[in-house]
């Protein structure tokens, strides 16, 4: 097959969760390990960190693989979903899954997989995890998928377990209080393993506690050793705001600088250090300057996009993937702050969130433009904007997702602001996303 053939072949023939929904999550392990078996457990042939939560995974897996390269590591990257291309899915130093690796890894392993059934994902991680084994990675940060207990990715034993911020989402799959939501987050927490929590929250902190306490596992709240604070104004040479760390209280990063510009990234900080720490006692060597290096140079040293990502100029347009509740909270009150006369909002969402939720936070000052990603989750345009307009945000719906974006820029004028966001999906079909601002 094509390389375009053999996607087809993934997408089509298997389920893919980001694109169906429930219907592409399969509970259990069982699949995973089948394919490992039948590969030779690469999953045991490197040394890794897990990287689960709700909000803020994808930034603190890219964040640690950015300082670890900066300390002269070989550095396997495994996140979900891609924005533009699969091979976005699994990196090593930066460098995407060669094209011509994917379609000869599927040819060899086809009849494997018409044997086993696998879903989507499950394959994904048996080609990262294979990928990293042959690439002889010397640490691979793997993202998990969806929860932790029943994720694909939960047959790693890894070095240091980190898990960002808990909040609501696939309620459905994972539970409908924090606590339960948490218990499946927890569920990546192995026997003597440490394990990092980034954010002390009250509602979820005695599941992390009794869950490390019955596995023997160290446990770290970051935010209780590390805060990070952004500086109010940008810095005139790089356009990033200074960043300041303190360590229990006392000067530890002064005027740092994160590639990363959100504010909520300095939710994510803590537990990205405090992760170092434990890689440190283990024998990684990561000095102040790889540290330095690898905060500012995140996005260049990773491919990371879509977080808080200016493309645009007189319009200021901003990109950002947050997708549910709380990412979003995080998103719209750092717009709040942004300068602009008339905010325009590009917005679309998938059928399986909580959409009242979302829309509650969105700002009644703004200009809506609603849309609809190409993927068969993704709620329709028409619908989205009737449940707006019943919560006060009148605006109309598109045919596409660059149509409402063309039609948002033609709109606003030079001291304006656009946003475009809502979902994944919906960032990853702006065709100008990695433009120079």
Not at 170 to 178: D, I, K, P, S, V
Not at 377 to 399: F, S, W
């Amino acid at each position: 097959m094509t390389y375009s053939e053999t996607l087809s072949y993934l997408y089509e023939q298997l389920p893919m969760f980001q694109r169906v929904g429930a219907a592409g999550y399969k509970k259990g392990l069982g699949n995973t390990l089948a394919l490992a078996e039948a590969l030779g457990h690469p999953e045991g042939q490197f040394r890794s960190v897990h990287v689960a939560g709700t909000n803020g995974k994808g930034s603190s897996s890219h964040l640690l693989a950015a300082v670890l390269q900066a300390a002269g590591y070989k550095v396997g990257l495994y996140t979900s979903p891609h924005l533009r291309e699969f091979t976005e899915r699994i990196r090593v130093n930066g460098q995407e899954l060669s094209p011509n690796y994917l379609v000869q890894w599927v040819a060899r392993w086809r009849p494997l997989f018409e044997t086993v059934e696998p879903s989507f994902f499950e394959m994904c991680v048996a080609l990262a995890f294979s990928y990293f084994a042959e690439q002889r990675v010397d640490l691979a940060i793997v993202e998990v998928g969806l929860g932790g207990r029943f994720d694909s990715t939960n047959i790693i034993t890894p070095l240091v377990s980190l898990i960002t911020n808990i909040s609501y989402d696939h309620q459905a799959l994972l539970g409908n209080t924090l606590p339960e939501i948490a218990g499946e987050k927890a569920g990546i927490i192995k026997p003597s393993v440490p394990v990092v929590v980034s954010q002390t929250q009250p509602e979820v902190a005695a599941v992390f506690e009794r869950e490390a306490a019955a596995k023997l596992a160290h446990l770290v709240f970051a935010d209780q050793i590390y805060q990070a604070t952004f500086s109010a104004e940008s810095s005139p040479e790089t356009g990033l705001r200074p960043l300041s760390v303190t360590q229990h209280g006392r000067p530890y990063l002064p005027n740092a600088e994160l590639g990363l510009p959100g504010d909520y990234q300095q939710y994510n900080l803590p537990g990205v250090l405090a992760t170092l720490d434990e890689l440190r006692a283990l024998g990684f060597r990561v000095t102040e300057a790889a540290v330095r290096t690898g905060l500012r140079q995140v996005t260049a040293l990773t491919g990371l996009r879509g977080r808080w990502s200016i493309i645009g100029r007189r319009p200021l347009v901003v990109c950002d993937t947050g997708h549910n509740a709380a990412g979003l909270g995080f998103v719209v009150a750092q717009l709040r702050r942004l300068p602009h006369q008339q905010l325009h909002l590009v917005i679309g969402t998938v059928n399986d969130k909580d959409v009242a939720s979302m829309l509650a936070l969105l700002p009644a000052e703004g200009t809506y433009y609603f849309c609809a990603a190409t993927i068969p989750r993704a709620l329709p345009a028409e619908e989205l904007a009737q449940q707006a307009a019943t919560v006060g945000l009148p605006g109309k719906a598109y045919d596409s997702v660059a149509a409402a974006v063309a039609a948002a820029r033609a709109a606003a004028g030079p001291d304006d602001a656009v946003f475009i966001g809502g979902s994944t999906f919906v960032v990853a079909e702006v065709d100008d996303l990695y433009a120079s601002a």
